[in-house]
Nanobody
Framework: QVQLVESGGGMVQAGDSLRLSCAAS????????MGWFRQVPGKEREFVAA????????HYADSVKGRFTISRDNAKKMVYLEMNSLKSEDTAVYYC????????????????WGQGTQVTVSS
């Protein structure tokens, strides 16, 4: 079992920045990739960003390119999402997830999920 715990969510004003963290514990594999998704009530879960753990290669949704940055800390086994220039439409519950491989834009590629952290952006 792999446990993922998100933290760092909160309420901010439009234009502000926020950093989300995801800590992994249990049986983890450095060959896995890590991703961030977000979801608004009544809408589908949306891909935000992903990182290939071993190489550091990153991928981003078009809606967050240039504003969000995903990164990792190898020693601490953590992944981060730096969110800049936040907009009201970024308001959602943000989830981190772990994938053994596949197309990282699709949530079915991920095996383990955290329970989410709420991000609210006031305009």
């Amino acid at each position: 079992q792999v446990q993922l715990v998100e933290s760092g969510g909160g309420m901010v004003q439009a234009g502000d920045s926020l950093r989300l963290s995801c800590a992994a514990s249990g049986r983890t594999f450095s060959s896995y990739s890590m991703g961030w998704f977000r979801q608004v009530p009544g809408k589908e879960r949306e891909f935000v960003a992903a990182i290939v753990w071993s190489s550091g290669t990153t991928h981003y949704a078009d809606s967050v390119k240039g504003r969000f940055t995903i990164s990792r800390d190898n020693a601490k086994k953590m992944v981060y999402l730096e969110m800049n220039s936040l907009k009201s439409e970024d308001t959602a519950v943000y989830y981190c997830a772990s994938s053994p491989g596949g197309i990282l834009y699709y949530y079915n590629s991920y095996s383990y999920w955290g329970q989410g952290t709420q991000v609210t952006v006031s305009s």
